[in-house]
């Protein structure tokens, strides 16, 4: 499918020819261990350390604060864990109604399989997707463990003020955690500058592979292991390093600092572009999240009265891939719990569309899209029953 249109880059990405290229040799020649006292492994091990120094070059972040984990999702409930198991003495949990499953989905299994022990407040969202910090500050209490909130939201982008919301959490004692899978790479970070204990981050949402990712530990912070085994990762994540993953990851790090600029012009260009194009010319049609606070890549957009699935499968007829909702909850029919949490209404919550681009997207696959979608959404509204019904209340 080399003519394949990729708009679903929050979903995952392609793995850039340099990073592919970093990666090889660690599949063959270079396939020592990197934990080895002898000099065959020590050069790998060094290549783990480089690796190191450029994702926190990346984060602004200290190399001893880089954990490597497989995903994340295990960044994610890591940080919880041992956040969790820091504080036995406090059972209170803060997060949002808008996270991905990895940290919604752990919240509530701790709830439910301790019997309601721990407590789990979900902040809302207005209906542009935004936090209300006011809200926010008043869920915090003596018995928080832990705030976790997403730095940007994977199906509509909402950047959300990280930076604040630590700060708040410090000023009462709570670690802080933020899932940074989609803002890495797309938006400057200073960790440094930040009062954020935890951040995670994915290798394959920023053109490394799948299989790797980054728990952000700060300096200071209580921390148990999740992954218990050997010394490697300092002895904070048991289990031999994933060399080859690791390293691609690094080098995609630094072409995530060199194309960042590319992210905030030629990729807002192309969104905005196709985002305002697909608005124009399609009625009954809405934007979903902020207009401006998102990240620079993503656009969800509803059309009412036609299910989601059904436009992705005419769109994948001229190899156009997009996504309905987060990848990790496709499959159901229920509708995003982002769009219920944002209030969007039910003939056009089902319809969500959400195109995430990338540096690798083109004017010309813009063009495209606009020409197709058009026609595209009209004939699956000819079909609908609640189309042709719509006026009748």
């Not at 952000?216 to 921390?223: Q, S």
Request: with cysteine; net charge negative.
């Amino acid at each position: 499918m080399n003519d394949v249109i990729y708009m679903d880059n929050n979903a995952t990405t392609k793995v850039a020819p340099d990073v592919l290229a970093a990666m090889l040799p660690y599949f063959s020649e270079l396939y020592g261990n990197p934990s080895s006292m002898h000099r065959f492994g020590g050069q790998v091990g060094r290549a783990l350390v480089k690796a190191r120094e450029q994702v926190a070059e990346l984060l602004g972040a200290d190399t001893e604060e880089i954990i490597f984990t497989s995903c994340g999702t295990e960044s994610d409930s890591t940080a919880i864990l041992s956040a969790v198991r820091a504080n036995p003495d406090k059972h209170h949990i803060v997060t949002t109604r808008v996270e991905h499953p990895a940290v919604k989905n752990l919240a509530t299994s701790l709830r439910n399989l301790t019997g309601h022990k721990y407590r789990v407040t979900s902040l809302g969202v207005d209906n542009e997707g935004m936090l209300d910090l006011d809200e926010y500050r008043k869920a915090l209490s003596d018995d928080t463990a832990i705030v976790s909130v997403m730095w940007a939201n994977n199906e509509t982008g909402v950047i959300f003020p990280i930076a604040e919301m630590a700060a708040m959490a410090k000023e009462e004692g709570i670690l802080f955690h933020t899932d940074a899978v989609q803002a890495v790479g797309k938006i400057p970070i200073n960790l440094r500058e930040l009062e954020v204990n935890f951040l995670s981050l994915s290798g394959h949402k920023l053109h490394a592979p799948k299989g790797v990712g980054v728990l952000y530990v700060k300096k200071g912070t209580p921390y148990a292991p999740f992954m218990i085994g050997g010394h490697q990762e300092r002895g904070r994540r048991g289990g031999t390093e994933n060399t080859a993953s690791i390293v691609g990851l690094g080098k995609a790090c630094e072409l995530a600092g060199a194309w960042m600029s590319l992210e905030n012009s030629k990729v807002r260009k192309l969104r905005d572009k196709l985002e305002e194009g697909l608005l124009a010319s399609i009625p009954n049609s809405i934007l979903n999240g902020h207009k401006t606070s998102r990240l620079p890549n993503t656009c969800n957009i509803s059309f009412e009265y036609i299910e989601g699935e059904a436009i992705l499968l005419h769109m994948d007829q001229y190899n156009i891939c997009a996504s309905s909702g987060s990848a990790c909850t496709s499959g159901s029919l229920e509708p995003s719990h982002v769009m219920r949490a944002m209030g969007v209404p039910f003939t056009a919550a089902h319809g969500s569309i959400r195109f995430s681009l990338s540096v690798f997207n083109t004017e010309d696959e813009v063009d495209l899209v606009l020409e197709k979608m058009p026609a595209i959404i009209a004939g699956l509204r000819e079909m609908s029953p609640f189309w042709q019904n719509r006026d009748k209340g």
